[in-house]
């Protein structure tokens, strides 16, 4: 197994200004192909850094990939310390200099002088080629490691990697074999309780699992062989088996599960919102899918006056809420948020089928924003639950259940 590592280059980079997404991508895709990652590295755009990390990772690495620094500007280093640290000369690469020519003609400009730079390369530099953009890529050897320079721009670097370096190491390692990544989401469970649950799953040796949160799911991922898809998938059912209820999705986020249901039964749906304020509609509308089946939505401020507000129980405000904005704007489904008081809200969606309603609190303390969103995940879950025909209630880590009801559809005068 050939050690890899990816040095991504810039001052907006290193402080963050910009979310370095060409290295999260570079490193799932090697490790799809066979060719996990050893170490990833940033450095801004001082000269001594860089090279002293160059130097330092061509001595302890097999393959090192370089993001960015190839620009025209003085801040673009990467191809002089790539020839300062092999010991070369910059020569003037004749034929990335007609290129360049050419991609200025075609759009009707002269080249500027400060583009002849980047047909400048080390003297032992083999060419990658960029067929969507002025800074050619290239490889080289420093110290018995095999180094790729690549441009720092998304579209051109994923371009090179999957055209040019992905099958360039195939050929010197042929002997990698590809891995595939299987997902399941949950939602309401612990990193740890997942973890505690999953330790009695005896997995075979080349098999693996990982872990990804990002609020309010976790994300478990099975890496392992890919063309050992049948195992693979019967691996992925006993996790899902074990991780029950709290499953939201297989293989795909809970928004694209959601959207493939409403498009599959064609029900419309109305949305009535308190405490999301709006977040609940915008979130489900992210989906195609869903959109296309949306009829109204209501936004309902904290100073908004309706009829619902004479219920003194928040439950029953809401399940009223959830059934009047389905008589009223004629749809399948309502969905209905209720007033988050004192760490506690209600959600009730109206059906052909009857009306389902719940009260919990919130076991945690999250900003505004995180607030809707969670409260937002419940609501959308409720949909999901009754579209696919599941127990409408279960438990989830970050709430507790005060208070829940069923009722069904001959009980409510309003869908007589």
């Not at 360049?100 to 080249?111: N, V």
């Not at 195992?231 to 029950?244: F, V």
Request: glycine share 6%; charged share 20%; hydrophobic share 40%.
């Amino acid at each position: 197994m050939p050690k890899i590592a990816m040095l991504s280059t810039g001052e907006e980079v290193l402080y963050g200004d910009i979310v370095d997404t060409n290295a999260a991508w570079l490193s799932r895709t090697f490790y799809e192909h066979g060719f996990s990652m050893t170490k990833r590295a940033t450095v801004g755009d001082q000269r001594d850094s860089l090279l002293q990390e160059i130097v330092m990772l061509s001595l302890n690495l097999d393959i090192v990939i370089v993001n960015g620094g190839l620009g025209p500007t003085s801040d673009d280093l990467s191809t002089e310390v790539a020839a300062e640290a092999a010991g070369e000369s910059l020569i003037l690469h004749e034929s990335w200099l007609e290129v360049l020519k050419t991609f200025f003609a075609k759009r009707g400009k002269p080249m500027p002088e400060s583009n002849i730079k980047q047909a400048m390369l080390p003297e032992s530099a083999i060419l990658v080629d960029n067929p969507i953009g002025t800074a050619c890529g290239f490889k080289m050897m420093i110290n018995d490691c095999l180094f790729y320079f690549t441009p720092g721009v998304p579209s051109e670097f994923k371009k090179m990697a999957m055209e040019q370096i992905i099958p360039d190491l195939k050929q010197l390692f042929p002997q990698q074999q590809g891995k595939q990544c299987r997902r399941v989401f949950t939602f309401g469970l612990s990193e740890s309780g997942i973890s505690d649950t999953l330790a009695t799953l005896a997995l075979p040796p080349e098999y693996e699992l990982g872990y990804r949160s990002y609020l309010p799911f976790i994300e478990v991922k099975l890496f392992g062989p890919m063309a050992d898809d049948e195992r693979g998938q019967r691996l992925l059912a006993m996790i899902s088996k074990l991780l029950s209820h709290n499953v939201v999705s297989i293989e795909q986020p809970m928004l694209e599960r959601i959207g493939f249901l409403i498009e599959q039964q064609k029900p419309t749906l109305a949305i009535a919102e308190h405490v999301t304020k709006g977040y609940l509609s915008s979130w489900l509308q992210d989906d195609a899918r869903i959109e296309q089946q949306c009829g109204a939505t209501w936004v309902l401020g904290e100073q908004t006056h309706s009829p619902v507000d004479r219920e003194e129980e928040q439950l029953g405000a809401t399940l009223a809420l959830a059934g009047a904005t389905r008589t009223n704007c004629n749809t399948d489904i309502a969905i209905a948020t209720g007033k988050l008081e004192q760490s506690t809200f209600s959600l009730a969606i109206s059906t052909p089928r009857g009306e389902w309603g719940q009260t919990l609190t919130l076991q945690r303390d999250y900003d505004s924003k995180n607030t809707k969103h969670v409260i937002s995940v419940v609501a959308a879950d409720m949909l999901r639950r009754y579209l696919a025909g599941l127990p409408m209630f279960v438990e989830y880590g970050f709430f507790a259940r005060k208070d829940q009801i069923f009722l069904p559809s001959d009980t409510l005068t309003h869908n007589a």
